[in-house]
């Protein structure tokens, strides 16, 4: 059992930095990618989206 204090350092503030990844796939840091969730999920059901 982990108390609750342990989980909290733990887990409590997970924050994940994808700006290196970013960079790698777009060769800048960009404020937002290309396509929302919801339209990038629609455009592979589709095919549109290689």
Do not use: A
């Not at 342990?6 to 994940?16: A, D, T």
């Not at 790698?24 to 990038?40: A, I």
């Amino acid at each position: 059992m982990i108390k609750p204090s342990f989980y909290k350092r733990l887990y409590g503030s997970l924050e994940v930095d994808n700006q290196d990844m970013l960079t790698r796939l777009f060769g800048e840091v960009k404020t937002s990618l290309p396509y929302s969730v919801e339209e990038g999920i629609g455009l592979m059901i589709n095919g549109e989206l290689k």
